[in-house]
């Protein structure tokens, strides 16, 4: 722990037992720190992109007026009430990316995909690991500061490495939303637990991991001394912060101990990494939990979550639905389908809002975590049924640091490509980005 004059680094960390490292919420403490250096104390800008496979039905999602105080369609309700701080677009036009399901989720952040064509059959391009920087790391440039990460990729399922089971294209396109540059994907982390580790620094070997595992010691409790003395020299705002912290560090702990002791029961249970949950509601929730305490410390600023991967084949029986996700997808216009189509979507985005609430709840320096936050839930695609990439959802949910004006549905120009979305955010998140992918603009918001 640093420091200096009775003010906080703004890096100071509890450490504690196997090297874990627990970073700490930006506090008034530290803005004289900061103040002394020179530097602005404005709270720092996060960005996070969700993004559900498969598409969702267009009459479901998008407002039937444009502008401000427009009816929310069945699927967006849950997100009305931050309707203060959101922003629907309709009408743009997504990518084909070369590919029917594929193209969808890896144009998602970068409107291009895979490189090459399909002309002339199945040529080199289909073995190239080659795709475009995406907006979330044009973002994390500008934003990640000096953040312990960069930026975090999370998703609750993965397709592998098989080269031949993902439409000729390695899997690596259909796990990974975020590309650091034209050849580095970024794949997403299913594992809640490895998840954790990264976030707190907890190291060792995968024997000296476990055994701490075992032992169900708190990380908590090997941090308690630096804590106390932290504490002592804070104020009681800084002092609440740090608590409601460490007892959201603690709630998530405790959910993940509980998942595995319960995935330890079942003993037929396929082999697979302590961390990953039985239950898919579970794994969720922790991993926007872990999504939320990584805003919330600071730990880093920029965060893509990737639901599930095209064609999924995952169930929802937990919600009454125990046909996969991909089959759903396929409605033929039959309105009993539909209805399923939509209730699938729907348990998305309500998640998603509880995650948006826990945003909006914790303060921030004069404001909370949603106000300084951008966060963009979307799809590849709108009417699964036939792969439409016209009018897939896009919504931007957050305050973005007051420069994001909400209560707005914007219906953009016919064919205009998703990409000039993602040129928009970045402007707003103050990226130095003027075009991206096939982009032929940028989307006033």
Same mark, same amino acid.
């Not at 399923?340 to 309500?350: E, R």
């Not at 914790?362 to 016209?390: A, E, I, K």
């Not at 998703?418 to 603009?441: D, F, H, I, R, Y």
């Given at each position: 722990?640093?420091?200096?004059?009775?003010?906080?680094?703004?890096?100071?960390?509890?450490?504690?037992?196997?090297?874990? =490292?627990?970073? @700490?919420?930006?506090?008034?403490? =530290?803005?004289?720190?900061?103040?002394?250096?020179?530097?602005?104390?404005? *709270?720092?800008?996060?960005?996070?992109?969700?993004?559900?496979?498969?598409?969702?039905?267009?009459?479901?999602?998008?407002?039937?007026?444009?502008?401000?105080?427009?009816?929310?369609?069945?699927?967006?309700?849950?997100?009305?009430?931050?309707?203060?701080? @959101?922003?629907?677009?309709?009408?743009?036009?997504?990518?084909?990316?070369?590919?029917?399901?594929?193209?969808?989720?890896?144009?998602?952040?970068?409107?291009?995909?895979?490189?090459?064509? *399909?002309?002339?059959?199945?040529?080199?391009?289909?073995?190239?690991?080659?795709?475009?920087?995406?907006?979330?790391?044009?973002?994390?440039?500008?934003?990640?500061?000096? +953040?312990?990460?960069?930026?975090?990729?999370?998703?609750?399922?993965?397709?592998?490495?098989?080269?031949?089971?993902?439409?000729?294209?390695?899997?690596?396109?259909?796990?990974?939303?975020?590309?650091?540059?034209?050849?580095?994907? @970024?794949?997403?982390?299913?594992?809640?637990?490895? +998840?954790?580790?990264?976030?707190?620094?907890?190291?060792?070997?995968?024997?000296?991991?476990?055994?701490?595992?075992?032992?169900?010691?708190?990380?908590?409790?090997?941090?308690?001394?630096?804590?106390?003395?932290?504490?002592?020299?804070?104020?009681?705002?800084?002092?609440?912060?740090?608590?409601?912290? !460490?007892?959201?560090?603690?709630?998530?702990?405790?959910?993940?101990?509980?998942?595995?002791?319960?995935?330890?029961?079942?003993?037929?249970?396929?082999?697979?990494?302590?961390?990953?949950?039985?239950?898919?509601?579970?794994?969720?929730?922790?991993?926007?939990? !872990?999504?939320?305490?990584?805003?919330?410390?600071?730990?880093?600023?920029?965060? +893509?979550?990737?639901?599930?991967?095209?064609?999924?084949?995952?169930?929802?029986?937990?919600?009454? @639905?125990?046909?996969?996700?991909?089959?759903?997808?396929?409605?033929?216009?039959?309105?009993?389908? !539909?209805?399923?189509?939509?209730?699938?979507?729907?348990?998305?985005?309500?998640?998603?809002?509880?995650?948006?609430?826990?945003?909006?709840?914790?303060?921030?320096?004069?404001?909370?975590?949603?106000?300084?936050?951008? !966060?963009?839930?979307?799809?590849? =695609?709108?009417?699964?049924?036939?792969?439409?990439?016209?009018?897939?959802?896009?919504?931007?949910?957050?305050?973005?640091?007051?420069?994001?004006?909400?209560? *707005?549905?914007?219906?953009?120009?016919?064919?205009?490509?998703?990409?000039?979305?993602?040129?928009?955010?970045?402007?707003?998140?103050?990226?130095?980005?003027?075009?991206?992918?096939?982009?032929?603009?940028?989307?006033?918001?």
């Amino acid at each position: 722990m640093i420091i200096t004059k009775k003010h906080l680094s703004r890096r100071t960390f509890l450490r504690g037992t196997f090297g874990a =490292m627990v970073a @700490l919420p930006m506090l008034d403490a =530290m803005v004289p720190a900061l103040a002394a250096q020179g530097q602005a104390a404005a *709270r720092p800008f996060r960005f996070g992109a969700v993004y559900l496979p498969n598409g969702v039905y267009p009459d479901t999602w998008h407002p039937d007026t444009v502008g401000a105080d427009f009816v929310f369609k069945q699927v967006m309700s849950p997100l009305e009430p931050f309707r203060d701080q @959101l922003v629907a677009v309709s009408n743009m036009k997504a990518p084909w990316g070369e590919s029917v399901h594929l193209g969808a989720s890896a144009a998602f952040l970068n409107g291009v995909g895979p490189v090459g064509a *399909r002309e002339g059959g199945r040529g080199d391009a289909f073995g190239k690991i080659q795709s475009k920087k995406t907006v979330d790391q044009f973002i994390v440039d500008k934003v990640a500061g000096d +953040t312990p990460l960069r930026s975090i990729e999370v998703g609750t399922e993965d397709m592998g490495t098989a080269a031949g089971a993902c439409d000729g294209f390695p899997c690596t396109f259909f796990n990974a939303l975020s590309w650091r540059d034209d050849t580095s994907p @970024l794949p997403v982390g299913i594992n809640p637990r490895v +998840t954790f580790e990264r976030l707190f620094g907890e190291t060792g070997t995968a024997s000296q991991r476990m055994a701490s595992l075992k032992q169900k010691q708190s990380m908590l409790d090997s941090i308690t001394e630096e804590t106390a003395k932290l504490r002592r020299d804070l104020g009681a705002a800084d002092r609440r912060l740090v608590d409601e912290y !460490l007892s959201n560090i603690r709630q998530v702990e405790g959910q993940l101990d509980r998942m595995e002791s319960r995935l330890a029961t079942i003993t037929d249970a396929p082999e697979a990494p302590i961390g990953i949950p039985e239950a898919f509601d579970d794994h969720m929730t922790v991993t926007y939990d !872990l999504m939320h305490l990584a805003l919330q410390g600071d730990i880093t600023r920029v965060f +893509t979550f990737l639901l599930g991967h095209e064609a999924s084949s995952r169930s929802y029986a937990h919600i009454g @639905l125990p046909d996969s996700h991909h089959t759903m997808s396929h409605h033929g216009n039959d309105p009993e389908k !539909l209805e399923k189509y939509a209730k699938v979507a729907l348990y998305h985005i309500s998640k998603f809002a509880e995650f948006a609430d826990k945003l909006k709840a914790t303060p921030d320096g004069d404001g909370n975590l949603l106000d300084h936050s951008m !966060l963009y839930w979307g799809s590849g =695609m709108g009417n699964g049924n036939v792969h439409d990439r016209n009018n897939p959802p896009a919504v931007i949910v957050g305050g973005a640091n007051g420069r994001l004006k909400g209560n *707005r549905h914007i219906k953009a120009d016919t064919d205009t490509p998703v990409a000039n979305l993602l040129v928009a955010m970045g402007k707003v998140a103050g990226a130095e980005l003027e075009t991206l992918g096939p982009s032929t603009g940028s989307i006033d918001l």
